[in-house]
T-cell receptor, first 112, second 114 residues
Framework: NAGVTQTPKFRVLKTGQSMTLLCAQDMNHEYMYWYRQDPGMGLRLIHY???????AKGEVPDGYNVSRLKKQNFLLGLESAAPSQTSVYFC???????????FGSGTQLSVL | TQLLEQSPQFLSIQEGENLTVYCNSSSVFSSLQWYRQEPGEGPVLLVTVVTGGEVKKLKRLTFQFGDARKDSSLHITAAQPGDTGLYLC??????????????FGTGTRLKVLA
């Protein structure tokens, strides 16, 4: 039982490049979330999903897209990376009726 | 979206001291959680409080939800080096879609010196 797995763990991009971050959970959780963490700002919600095939915008969705084609996977895409997207990205999941969020170990992204 | 402000932002204390961390909002949350995060890892849930005025204890940690459910505090008694980490509060907010989302506070970075 791996919990929540994020890949890759580290990535360096040049401005304008695109990439996809993968989040996979093996707990059959309905809800999945993408957050970014920046110094002094805690965690800010980018997008979230309440189930397979559904997504919704969080606090800071601009510049990101997401997809939830399979219940266990939640993908975060950057179509044209900008230096302002340099951050640590965390994925989390939870089960319906349970408030406990399970987090992955994060992806450190640098955009030069 | 509601905002959660935590204070202090940084705290460095000696082993054995007591400390309190605060989480404040101008709006009401239906529940509030506290997480601890260590370097290179994701946050891990410590506690969830739901009722106004609720107090929960986890060994040397005491969590309280404000009567009006707008604020919360975390008190650590006799801090130990193992308590070192980033403490985050998170409030549950009802989204326009009718589902819940979790808004995190700005964080308090605690360092306990041996």
């Amino acid at each position: 039982n791996a919990g929540v797995t994020q890949t890759p763990k580290f990535r360096v991009l040049k401005t304008g490049q695109s990439m996809t971050l993968l989040c996979a959970q093996d707990m059959n959780h309905e809800y999945m979330y993408w957050y970014r963490q920046d110094p002094g700002m805690g965690l800010r919600l980018i997008h979230y999903s309440v189930g397979e095939g559904t997504t919704a915008k969080g606090e800071v969705p601009d510049g990101y897209n997401v997809s939830r084609l399979k219940k266990q996977n939640f993908l975060l895409g950057l179509e044209s990376a900008a230096p302002s997207q340099t951050s640590v990205y965390f994925c989390a999941s939870r089960k319906t009726g349970n408030e406990k969020l399970f987090f992955g170990s994060g992806t450190q992204l640098s955009v030069l | 979206t509601q905002l959660l402000e935590q204070s202090p932002q940084f705290l460095s204390i000696q082993e054995g001291e007591n400390l309190t961390v605060y989480c404040n909002s101008s709006s009401v949350f239906s529940s509030l959680q506290w997480y601890r995060q260590e370097p290179g890892e994701g946050p891990v849930l410590l506690v969830t409080v739901v009722t106004g005025g609720e107090v929960k204890k986890l060994k040397r940690l005491t969590f309280q939800f404000g009567d009006a459910r707008k604020d919360s505090s975390l008190h650590i008694t006799a801090a130990q080096p193992g308590d070192t980490g980033l403490y985050l509060c998170a409030g549950r907010e009802l989204a326009t879609s009718g589902t819940y989302k979790y808004i995190f506070g700005t964080g308090t970075r605690l360092k306990v010196l041996a």
